[in-house]
């Protein structure tokens, strides 16, 4: 019985711990505009099950705005993908399969917290075209 108990309160806490930073989550998706529709991909980001998701447009309207990790590795995922670095202009750095022409451009926005980061990516190479 005593055993019982105490898989019952390692279970509870490990709910709790997860609804915790559920709601957390769901705040700081809050205040940068975003809704409950983005959460489940929220959480998929930061328990590394997907590297990120597409919400939208950026304001210009060239890049899509997509939620992804909070550590900026996509330079090194990108280049396990057969893309380079090619340059880096205005904020955006560049990448292409060959050296002399760039592919798509990526960026890092302001908008980050302790989940994750807001990033944009040219719109013909969308980060779910990359998994």
Do not use: Q
């Not at 709790?16 to 991909?41: D, H, N, P």
């Not at 205005?90 to 980050?112: M, P, R």
């Amino acid at each position: 019985m005593e055993r019982k108990g105490v898989i019952g309160l390692i279970i509870t806490l490990a709910v709790l711990a997860f609804a915790t930073v559920e709601i957390m989550m769901m705040r700081s998706l809050s205040k940068m505009g975003y809704g409950l529709s983005e959460l489940a991909g929220t959480t998929g980001v930061f328990y590394r099950v997907s590297r990120g998701f597409s919400v939208g447009d950026s304001a210009d309207g060239k890049m899509t705005v997509f939620i992804g990790r909070k550590n900026n590795d996509y330079g090194d995922f990108f280049e396990s993908k057969g893309y380079k670095k090619i340059y880096e202009l205005d904020g955006k750095v560049y990448y292409g399969e060959s050296d002399k022409e760039s592919d798509f451009a990526f960026c890092e926005t302001d908008d980050t917290c302790t989940w994750y980061t807001v990033y944009e990516i040219s719109k013909d190479h969308p980060i779910e075209s990359f998994d």
